[in-house]
Every structure is written in C-alpha cells, then in structure tokens.
C-alpha cells in the first residue's frame, strides 16, 4: 500500500503540480524575471495546506485500542520462531533476507 501511494503521489505531482508551475511561472512572469521564486513560494504554501489537512485527518487510537479478532502475539520474538534478537552481522544468513 505504502509503494502504491507513493507512486500515486508521483503521478499526481506530474499530473497536477506540473501544469500548475507552469501555470504561477507565467503569472509571476515579468520582463526582468522568469517568476521562479514567487511559484515556488506559492507552491510551498499550497503544499503546507493540505499536508496539513491530510495530518488533521490522522488519529490516534487510545492506549490498549485493538481491531476486532486481533490476538496480540506472545511476549518477546518468540512469535516469530526466536528467543532473542537477530544481530546485524547475522540477519543476511536468515530466510527472511535469503
């Protein structure tokens, strides 16, 4: 899900914040400037707002919140088939790096 959205948000920039600098940079043109400057400032202000909106729209659940059917695994990694943590010189030789 991660790979997907950050692809859809390198979709959606060249389908939308393209058109849309192109669109600032010839409103803020000008005989002595190409409007650079004023676009990006636009742009970084457009962004903020609606990374904003989207960071208003985030909760966070209260302590001990689980969904429905959710067990929580055992204590420690013993979950996961070990007793103890995998040490970084180690972890390559482990199937799940294999």
């Known amino acids: 899900m991660a790979t997907g959205m950050a692809i859809m948000g390198f979709g959606g920039g060249a389908m939308i914040g393209a058109p849309l600098a192109n669109m600032l940079m010839a409103h803020f043109r000008s005989d ?3 409007g650079v400057v ?3 400032f636009v742009l970084a202000a ?3 707002v609606f990374m904003l ?3 208003a729209r985030y909760r ?3 302590n001990g919140w689980r969904p429905a059917g959710v067990v929580p695994p055992a204590v420690g990694n013993e979950a996961h ?3 103890r943590p995998v040490h970084l010189r ?3 030789r482990t199937p799940q790096f294999g």
């Open 90 to 92: 180690d972890a390559h």
């Open 38 to 40: 004023p676009t990006l």
């Open 81 to 83: 088939g070990r007793a």
């Open 46 to 48: 457009v962004y903020l």
């Open 32 to 34: 002595t400037d190409v």
């Open 53 to 55: 909106g989207g960071c």
């Open 60 to 62: 966070i659940p209260p």
